[in-house]
């Protein structure tokens, strides 16, 4: 399983970007997808997850500002972003977990970085 992440940059507080994690290889067994995220000096978080039954998850920091979407055809799992504050400044990783055998495997893409500064 391979993910590409893209979508970051530079954006103002207040405003609004979507990030785009395409997926390929072999997609069978997925349980979930998600986002997380990670400041310099901080651990990696959780911003939001969404299973294959279509169950979602928000970090307490992003809720109402962040929706998480898959688009199934393409493969591809996004996440909306508005209302952008400093604070949501970090380089972003698409996550995948697959469950084959009893066995919970996760995959990471390379990560995007996000920046939100005037």
């Known amino acids: 399983v391979q993910l590409q992440a893209s979508g970051g940059g530079l954006v103002r507080p207040g405003g609004s970007l979507s990030l785009s994690c395409a997926a390929s290889g072999s997609l069978f067994s997925i349980i979930g997808m998600g986002w997380y995220r990670q400041a310099p000096g901080k651990q990696r978080e959780m911003v939001a997850a969404?299973?294959?039954?279509?169950?979602?998850a928000y970090g307490d920091s992003v809720k109402g500002r962040f929706t998480i979407a898959r688009d199934d055809p393409k493969n591809t799992l996004l996440l909306h972003m508005q209302s952008l504050k400093p604070d949501d400044t970090a380089i972003y990783y698409c996550?995948?977990?697959?469950?084959?055998?009893?066995?919970?495997?996760?995959?990471w893409g390379q990560g995007t970085q996000v920046t939100v500064s005037s």
């Open positions: 969404i299973s294959t039954g279509g169950s979602v």
């Open positions: 996550n995948l977990d697959t469950l084959v055998s009893g066995i919970i495997k996760e995959y």
